[in-house]
Nanobody
Framework: VQLQASGGGLVQAGGSLRLSCVAS????????MGWFRQTPGKEREFVAA????????YSADSVNGRFIISKDNAKDTVYLQMNSLKPEDMAVYYC??????????????????????WGQGTQVTVSS
């Protein structure tokens, strides 16, 4: 499975960006997806996750209410809508995927080691 993230860029504080991550080479419908972010000198941290069905989501407290994760199985794409961006949101954002049992509609992962495949990252810069 290959993941291609895009949509990063420069935005002013309070602005919005939408990240996209397109998957290829696998059965996207059976993958739970997640977004993580990393700044220089820090560990990669969890941002948001979504179940394979797209019906269940979970976000980190730091972005809850501002970021929305969604999944379009028809387009093999997961999105991260980021609103009310803050300077502390500035990071390289990575999408990740893991195949999960589709017998459980809510199956997803929220830790780094829960994911098998990673995209290359896209830079988000927030100016104050």
């Amino acid at each position: 499975v290959q993941l291609q993230a895009s949509g990063g860029g420069l935005v002013q504080a309070g602005g919005s960006l939408r990240l996209s991550c397109v998957a290829s080479g696998g059965t996207f419908r059976s993958y739970a997806m997640g977004w993580f972010r990393q700044t220089p000198g820090k560990e990669r941290e969890f941002v948001a996750a979504i179940s394979w069905s797209g019906g269940t989501t979970y976000s980190a407290d730091s972005v809850n209410g501002r970021f929305i994760i969604s999944k379009d199985n028809a387009k093999d794409t997961v999105y991260l809508q980021m609103n009310s961006l803050k300077p502390e949101d500035m990071a390289v954002y990575y999408c990740a995927a893991v195949e999960v049992p589709t017998t459980t509609a809510r199956a997803m992962r929220v830790t780094l080691d829960g994911y098998t495949y990673w995209g290359q990252g896209t830079q988000v810069t927030v100016s104050s």
